[in-house]
């Protein structure tokens, strides 16, 4: 039986993966930060532990864990992640860091982590970025900052991993029925104060925060078409899916850059002065 650890399963994206994996055959090492959402994931038949993906100790844990337990690892999915919304320079280098700690920073400490294993079963590595990456927008530029980042740095752990025999698929969501949007919504208002010149502009904050849920994919229908291209021989370097994930690369790729501007300009009310 395979076995494929999913970082951030306590909903939406990762616990469809868990759910959709479990089906299909593998053994599903399925994690979460809360105790109680461990407690739900094992409840439905994962091997559900907690952890925080920017705990090195716990992360050398689970290593270990999952070494005496199978040896190696087949799949590790770089899941786990959260959006910071807002004005950029509202939320600052601080907002930046914190984005950047689980958005990016962790990805390569829970890979690091689970080399040894991976290295043993020739695995894969998949890491899950955002057509956020590709398509720059106001009042998300840390969010984007971070995915591009996973992006570069899945280019890279590509080249560096194919001597070891280990593969990386970067997934390209686009918009996906989760609860992503109402955490964003939250992360905007802790950064948007009355006294920030971006004030004026609050409804169009919200509405960027909430763009992940205008006419989104179902979380089972991303985790049925990851599953897909994890089947496929060989593996697919880059696999986009959710509404959105084709039509946004291609307007950041063929738009000329003034035309992309005013568009999302006007999108966002950046086209007066405040």
């Given at each position: 039986?395979?076995?494929?650890?999913?970082?951030?399963?306590?909903?939406?994206?990762?616990?469809?993966?868990?759910?959709?994996?479990?089906?299909?055959?593998?053994?599903?090492?399925?994690?979460?930060?809360?105790?109680?959402?461990?407690?739900?994931?094992?409840?439905?038949?994962?091997?559900?532990?907690?952890?925080?993906?920017?705990?090195?100790?716990?992360?050398?844990?689970?290593?270990?864990?999952?070494?005496?337990?199978?040896?190696?690892?087949?799949?590790?999915?770089?899941?786990?992640?959260?959006?910071?919304?807002?004005?950029?320079?509202?939320?600052?280098?601080?907002?930046?860091?914190?984005?950047?700690?689980?958005?990016?920073?962790?990805?390569?400490?829970?890979?690091?982590?689970?080399?040894?294993?991976?290295?043993?079963?020739?695995?894969?590595?998949?890491?899950?970025?955002?057509?956020?990456?590709?398509?720059?927008?106001?009042?998300?530029?840390?969010?984007?900052?971070?995915?591009?980042?996973?992006?570069?740095?899945?280019?890279?752990?590509?080249?560096?991993?194919?001597?070891?025999?280990?593969?990386?698929?970067?997934?390209?969501?686009?918009?996906?029925?989760?609860?992503?949007?109402?955490?964003?919504?939250?992360?905007?208002?802790?950064?948007?104060?009355?006294?920030?010149?971006?004030?004026?502009?609050?409804?169009y904050i919200h509405a960027r925060a909430r763009a992940s849920q205008d006419h989104p994919t179902?979380?089972?229908?991303?985790?049925?078409?990851?599953?897909?291209?994890?089947?496929?021989?060989?593996?697919?370097?880059?696999?986009?899916?959710?509404?959105?994930?084709?039509?946004?690369?291609?307007?950041?790729?063929?738009?000329?850059?003034?035309?992309?501007?005013?568009?999302?300009?006007?999108?966002?009310?950046?086209?007066r002065p405040l």
């Amino acid at each position: 039986m395979p076995i494929v650890l999913i970082t951030g399963c306590s909903s939406g994206i990762g616990r469809a993966l868990a759910d959709c994996f479990k089906q299909a055959g593998y053994e599903v090492w399925a994690t979460a930060r809360k105790a109680h959402d461990v407690e739900r994931l094992q409840a439905a038949g994962f091997t559900g532990r907690q952890l925080d993906v920017n705990d090195a100790q716990a992360l050398q844990t689970l290593s270990a864990e999952i070494e005496a337990a199978h040896g190696g690892l087949d799949i590790l999915i770089n899941n786990a992640g959260y959006g910071a919304m807002g004005p950029l320079l509202d939320g600052g280098v601080e907002a930046m860091q914190r984005q950047f700690e689980t958005n990016v920073f962790a990805l390569v400490g829970v890979t690091r982590a689970l080399f040894p294993a991976l290295r043993r079963n020739k695995g894969l590595v998949v890491n899950i970025g955002s057509v956020s990456g590709v398509l720059v927008t106001p009042f998300a530029g840390a969010y984007c900052a971070s995915k591009a980042a996973v992006h570069a740095l899945s280019d890279a752990l590509r080249l560096e991993l194919a001597p070891m025999g280990i593969r990386v698929l970067e997934v390209q969501p686009g918009a996906i029925a989760t609860q992503f949007a109402d955490n964003a919504q939250t992360q905007a208002e802790q950064v948007l104060a009355a006294d920030s010149p971006w004030w004026p502009l609050r409804e169009y904050i919200h509405a960027r925060a909430r763009a992940s849920q205008d006419h989104p994919t179902t979380a089972t229908d991303f985790a049925q078409g990851l599953l897909a291209a994890v089947a496929k021989k060989p593996t697919p370097t880059l696999v986009r899916l959710g509404n959105g994930s084709r039509a946004l690369p291609l307007m950041a790729r063929w738009l000329p850059r003034a035309l992309l501007d005013a568009v999302l300009k006007k999108r966002f009310g950046l086209s007066r002065p405040l």
